[in-house]
């Protein structure tokens, strides 16, 4: 059990040596210095309550989802009847009242259309969507079932969550914390980041991508009233744009929404050399556009985002290549925004931010600078309790006990992990766990020694012996770590990762690293028997 091969050795020495090396820059990092920029930097993030950073509260509307539900079942039972062979006409569509009735022109084909109708009611899951009722023998009406519109809420933010999560990536942050609050809410923590009004404004873009015909039958008195045509809709100008303040009214349905896009990139115009947005679509996309610019050249549409009119050119001719350019007035700062919100996916619900919160880096270096200091003072006190309650084997506690905190920040920074406050508490706790572990084994080398074995048999019994109880502690407290991790979030997790990897790294340094420096010095010094 005390033979240890020179490849072992070997083995045993570099590992540690190489999770220890890999702190280093943290420990750099952390005491003010400056690591060269040529030499690898695997970093320790610091979480939001030591590093500081931006705290973010966001709030869906949902009533929106509601209101997106009823205009895409309209467009679906639209295509539905236009599609059936033969077509069934309909007329006298409502969206009044949170439902959506129309009239089949013909009561021979009530039946038809409601079956017709039933894959759409139904919907993918189990839940059923909509209910369909038949009214006065010909007028088929839609209402959305409180289940349906409760699953639709709970998709739509499972969404959102993670086209945030998408965008703040893309910012190039670490370690940020996005998590749902209760059915509607978002709460997002970035580390590190200490103004954030760029996060505002990327977080606060729906980024709904529209392309719409412009209704040319519309006269300008009403759409300056607000009167649209019937199937249109007014949108207004962009703020920015050549037509700020006015109106235009376009084809309320049919047209190209940004669902299909594939890539987004800040470019610039080159006749004009302004920040434009390129955009590329997906094969079913880019055949969509090319048909609709097709069937529609020497016509307007507009280019609608977040409900406002960027622009609206004349198609001059067909766009075949799935691919275009978003022009509006952009900084490079904002069409780099908006590449990244339409690379990320449309929000499905608009985000309001309802509460912002700076958190300053002070009150995380006080608490690094007092957790540091709480570790140093109690170290000490255990060196100096290990050192002369065990002498030798005390000596190989406390070093044992440096390389496990090198390896525990070596692995984090490896990992890409962050230390968050209640990451120290688990430092901590790990650290006295593996204090205990060589307590447990010097203890019991000292009841063998009393027994009577000689000095290799007691050293081997206690080691075996000890290590049985050590490893069923801290499957426990691994089985703890791994289910905090899972069902936890934000410092909880931050916490249970410190954890898992101070439970390996505690074990493998008072275990396997003592025995093999205690197995070195028995060969060298065949001690006759043991100061404990």
Do not use: C
């Amino acid at each position: 059990m005390l033979e240890f091969p020179t490849w072992k050795k070997v083995w045993l020495w570099g590992i540690t040596l190489a999770f220890a090396a890999a702190a280093i820059p943290s420990l750099v990092s952390m005491g003010n210095a400056r690591w060269p920029d040529a030499l690898p930097d695997p970093m320790v993030n610091l979480g939001l309550d030591l590093a500081g950073g931006s705290h973010i509260l966001l709030e869906a509307d949902a009533s929106q989802v509601g209101e997106q539900r009823i205009e895409n079942m309209e467009e679906a039972v639209r295509n539905t009847m236009r599609n059936a062979e033969p077509r069934i006409r309909i007329g006298d569509v409502s969206t009044a009242n949170g439902q959506l009735s129309f009239m089949v022109e013909s009561p021979a084909d009530v039946d038809r259309a409601r079956e017709l109708l039933m894959p759409l009611v139904n919907g993918t899951g189990l839940t059923r969507e909509w209910d369909l009722q038949v009214l006065d023998e010909t007028r088929m009406v839609l209402t959305p079932t409180s289940d349906g519109l409760e699953q639709a809420v709970t998709d739509a933010m499972d969404s959102a969550t993670e086209v945030v999560r998408k965008r703040i990536d893309a910012l190039g942050t670490r370690e940020p914390t996005i998590i749902r609050q209760g059915d509607t809410r978002i709460v997002v923590q970035v580390p590190g980041l200490q103004n954030p009004d760029e996060l505002k404004a990327l977080l606060g873009q729906t980024a709904k991508l529209e392309f719409k015909l412009v209704d040319q039958t519309a006269l300008p008195a009403d759409v300056a009233q607000g009167i649209a045509p019937p199937g249109s809709q007014i949108f207004p100008y962009a703020e920015g744009s050549d037509f700020a303040g006015q109106s235009i009214a376009v084809r309320r349905l049919g047209g190209i929404k940004g669902d299909n896009l594939i890539n987004a990139q800040q470019s610039f115009d080159q006749q004009t050399n302004e920040a434009v947005v390129t955009i590329q679509f997906d094969s079913q996309g880019g055949a969509r556009f090319a048909k609709l610019t097709q069937e529609n050249v020497n016509k307007p549409f507009a280019i609608i985002l977040d409900g406002k009119v960027l622009s609206a050119p004349n198609i001059n001719e067909p766009i075949l290549g799935g691919s275009a350019q978003i022009a509006g007035s952009f900084t490079t700062q904002s069409a780099n925004q908006l590449a990244i919100s339409l690379r990320s996916g449309a929000l499905p619900v608009d985000l309001a931010v309802v509460e912002e919160r700076t958190v300053g880096p002070d009150l995380g270096k006080d608490s690094i600078r007092r957790g540091m200091l709480a570790m140093m003072v109690g170290s000490v006190a255990v060196i100096a309790l290990m050192i002369a309650s065990y002498g030798r084997f005390g000596v190989y506690a406390t070093v044992a006990l440096v390389f496990n905190v090198a390896m525990i920040l070596g692995i984090m920074a490896l990992l890409g992990t962050t230390l968050t406050l209640p990451g120290i508490a688990g430092f901590v706790l790990t650290i006295g766990a593996a204090v205990d572990a060589n307590v447990l084994i010097n203890e019991r080398i000292r009841e063998e020694r009393k027994r009577g074995r000689r000095v290799i048999a007691a050293i081997e019994t206690g080691y075996k012996e000890a290590s049985r109880a050590i490893y069923d502690a801290n499957v426990t407290n691994f089985i703890a770590g791994v289910l905090l991790f899972m069902f936890g979030s934000g410092p909880v997790r931050g916490f249970a990762v410190v954890l898992v990897i101070g439970l390996f790294t505690s074990v493998f340094t008072a275990v396997t690293l003592t025995r093999m420096w205690v197995a070195d010095w028995l060969r060298k010094a065949r001690p006759n028997d043991l100061n404990l």
